[in-house]
């Protein structure tokens, strides 16, 4: 109860922050807010509420307050269809923003705002599934997502594991959508660029003990672990695997990019872990999240999907005032427009979204350059740009390089993808 106030309370907050507007658009926004992924859903929602207060604060869209009515989905996808359903049926929302993972996102959009044409976007739901049922005209043109393919990130992960010198490798993945696919992307490029996987061993969610799967990865002596994870589960892979005497180098997702991931481990215990995240060049939204945000949220701006779940809103409500309307098919087609190569830049923030505003109404084109960078969505709905390279240091998540979308094409060339 006490988190569901705390997101009640966001959104009062937002509103209160806004100039009075005669008329609202609400969206709907199906988090994770419990459950493994709950640290990824609770943060996301906050920049998309911060997203809709900056918007508001710049003067609206189309005359209108922007609101976001946030649902929980639990980390499960039957729950993500029912609330989805719910804002579709009886909030009648014209998009929706969510989910955060990908065995959530999946459900909804094949049960809900596929069929029911409904935009959706996603700030952090990675599989290539989503590309496949775009290519089979299964989502009709309105799915989007902030967040690249883990069809590319895991090409990026294994040429990184392979530079740190991780030649033989054990995997941990949890056994959903997103860790089968994430797995198997790496695998491939991990093996075709040299390395060998000694142990693949799938996870299910919410287990009480994962002293089983440890055991069997521990047993080949990798030169470092692969964890596939959510923070939740994650953390208590992790320990288990510290506690039975594994090595202390690990590879991990964008996802376990967490604070509270890196606190409950023990800061000590991993400065040998490294990951890979999308990411694009900083910008001045970039620098403009890092301050406001925390001040926003009491939360890191590099949290897992709050950079993308801000942009996500962002271009959302752009896309609106661009389409001069909030019916779904004219903010569907109006997605890209914002996103415009050739048009006038515009950042984040209040004082960006009022320049952006003022450009679409007198009919010029812009391009925004969001927290994440200048992106583009292709025909699909994804988006394509460069990878983050980190570690944990000191308890601290640093950056250490990036690969190039050029990079990670050439990798692919040679895989013949």
């Known amino acids: 109860m006490r988190m569901r106030w705390g997101v009640m309370l966001a959104a009062l907050l ?51 307050t922007l609101a976001a009515e946030i649902r929980d989905a639990q980390s499960q996808g039957s729950v993500g269809v029912d609330v989805a359903k719910q804002l579709v049926a ?15 996102s999946l459900p ?26 775009a290519k089979a005209g299964k989502t009709h043109g309105y799915w989007f997502r902030t967040i690249t393919s883990d069809a590319l990130q895991g090409v990026a992960a294994a040429k990184y594991a392979l530079s740190l010198g991780f030649k033989r490798i054990a995997i941990i993945h949890v056994n959903n959508d997103f860790g089968v696919n994430m797995e198997a992307e790496f695998a491939r490029a991990y093996r075709a660029l040299g390395g060998t996987i000694l142990s693949d061993t799938p996870y299910d969610a919410g287990q009480s003990s994962y002293a089983a799967e440890v055991a069997r990865g521990i047993a080949e002596k990798p030169d470092a672990l692969y964890l596939i994870s959510y923070p939740g589960d994650g953390t208590t892979i992790a320990r288990t695997w510290i506690a039975q005497g594994g090595v202390r180098k690990f590879l991990l997702n ?12 023990g800061p000590a215990y991993l400065d040998h ?80 979204f009022r320049k952006a505003l003022a450009l679409i109404k007198a009919g010029k084109p812009i391009r925004y350059e ?20 980190w570690r944990i240091q000191g308890g601290k998540v640093v950056t250490t390089g990036t690969m190039s979308t050029a990079e990670i094409d050439a990798i692919k060339a040679k895989l013949g993808k």
Request: glycine content about 12%.
């Open 14 to 64: 937002t509103l209160a922050a806004a100039p009075a507007m005669a008329c609202t658009i609400t969206i709907g926004v199906v988090m994770s807010l419990t459950g493994p992924a709950g640290p990824f859903g609770q943060t996301a929602s906050k920049a998309v509420n911060m997203a809709f207060r900056d918007l508001n604060q710049a003067g609206g869209v189309n005359g209108c």
């Open 273 to 352: 872990a490294y990951g890979t995240s999308s990411g694009t060049e900083t910008t001045a939204s970039t620098a403009y999240f890092a301050t406001a945000f925390p001040a926003y949220a009491h939360a890191s701006a590099d949290a897992p999907a709050a950079p993308q779940a801000y942009d996500s809103a962002a271009i959302l409500g752009l896309a609106i005032a661009e389409a001069g309307s909030a019916k779904p098919r004219a903010i569907r087609d109006a997605m890209r427009r914002v996103l415009d190569p050739k048009g006038t830049v515009v950042g984040a923030g209040p004082a960006g």
């Open 108 to 133: 909804i959009l094949t049960a809900v705002t596929g069929p029911g044409r409904i935009v959706q976007i996603s700030p952090a739901s990675s599989s290539p599934t989503f590309t496949q049922l």
């Open 370 to 389: 969001g927290v994440i960078g200048p992106v583009s969505f292709d025909r699909w709905g994804d988006i394509t740009g460069p990878f983050r390279l």
């Open 254 to 265: 964008d996802g376990m990019n967490d604070a509270g991931f890196i606190k409950d481990v």
């Open 90 to 104: 009886i909030d009648h929302v014209p998009a929706i923003i969510g989910a955060v993972i990908s065995s959530v």
